[in-house]
C-alpha cells in the first residue's frame, strides 16, 4: 500500500514558465513533508520541505503548498529553468518514529528551452 | 567537507555471493538509513539505525543484514537471499527523531552477473 503517490510520471514545460508536480499521502500521522530532486546515478538532493503546522513554505523559485485536509502537496517551480530537468521525489516522515522518510515514485521534470 | 560517503559506485556480484556496501558519515548524525531504487520507482526503506549497536528492518529487509558498530559508519550486506539485489542503493543520515532534511550519498549500482 503506497502511503505517498506521485501519479505523474513525467511533466514538460516551457522554459519560463510554471512547473506544477503534485504529490497525495494517505497516512494522516506524517507531520514533515519534503520534496528531493535526483538526477540518475546520483543521490538526492534535498529541495524544500513544509511541517504540516504550515500550508506554505517558500524558497527562491520553489514554493511547497500543503493542503491536509485534502491529503496533498504540491511543488511550485517559478520560472522553471533546463537546469531544473531531473526526476522529483516527494517524501514524508511521521512524528514519533525514527523520522525515517517514504517516499512517492518520482516525477521526471523536463524543461524544455 | 561534511558528507556522507558510499564506496563503491559501481559493484559487480556473482550470484550466490554476498556483497558489503560502506557507509560513512562525518555529519556527527544519530540516525542512517538505507534505501533500494529500482527503475520507475521510488526509494524503500532497508533498514535503518537511530543509535550505535542499534537498527531496525524497514519495509524491504528480507536479504539483507547491517551492522552499526560506530556512529559513522553503517555497511549493508546483501546476501545470497535476497531474490533480486540488481538495484542502486542509497545511504542517508539525520538528526534522529528532529525534523529535518537527510541527506544522501551518491549511491551504489549493484549489478548481479
Known amino acids: 500500500d503506497q502511503q505517498v503517490k506521485q501519479n505523474s510520471p513525467s511533466l514538460s514545460v516551457q522554459e519560463g514558465r510554471i512547473s506544477i508536480l503534485n504529490c497525495d499521502y494517505t497516512?494522516?500521522?506524517?507531520?514533515?513533508f519534503l520534496w528531493y530532486k535526483k538526477y540518475p546515478a546520483e543521490g538526492p538532493t534535498f529541495l524544500i520541505s513544509?511541517?504540516?503546522?504550515?500550508d506554505k513554505n517558500e524558497d527562491g523559485r520553489f514554493t511547497v503548498f500543503l493542503n491536509k485536509s485534502a491529503k496533498h502537496l504540491s511543488l511550485h517551480i517559478v520560472p522553471s529553468q533546463p537546469g531544473d530537468s531531473a526526476v522529483y521525489f516527494c517524501?514524508?516522515?511521521?512524528?514519533?518514529?525514527?523520522?525515517?522518510?517514504?517516499f512517492g515514485s518520482g516525477t521526471q521534470l523536463t524543461v524544455l528551452p | 567537507d561534511g558528507g556522507i560517503t558510499q564506496s563503491p559506485k559501481y559493484l559487480f556480484r556473482k550470484e550466490g555471493q554476498n556483497v558489503t556496501l560502506s557507509c560513512e558519515q562525518n555529519?556527527?548524525?544519530?540516525?542512517m538509513y538505507w534505501y533500494r531504487q529500482d527503475p520507475g520507482q521510488g526509494l524503500r526503506l532497508i533498514y535503518y539505525?537511530?543509535?550505535?549497536?542499534?537498527?531496525q528492518k524497514g519495509d524491504i529487509a528480507e536479504g539483507y543484514s547491517v551492522s552499526r558498530e560506530k556512529k559513522e559508519s553503517f555497511p549493508l550486506t546483501v546476501t545470497s537471499a535476497q531474490k533480486n539485489p540488481t538495484a542502486f542503493y542509497l545511504c542517508?543520515?539525520?538528526?534522529?527523531?528532529?525534523?529535518?532534511?537527510?541527506?544522501f550519498g551518491q549511491g551504489t549500482r549493484l549489478t548481479v552477473v
Open positions: 517524501a514524508a516522515s511521521q512524528v514519533g518514529s525514527a523520522r525515517q522518510l517514504t
Open positions: 497516512n494522516s500521522m506524517f507531520d514533515y
Open positions: 513544509i511541517s504540516s503546522i504550515k
Open positions: 555529519l556527527n548524525h544519530d540516525a
Open positions: 539505525s537511530q543509535i550505535v549497536n542499534d537498527f
Open positions: 542517508a543520515s539525520n538528526r534522529s527523531k528532529q525534523r529535518g532534511e537527510a541527506f
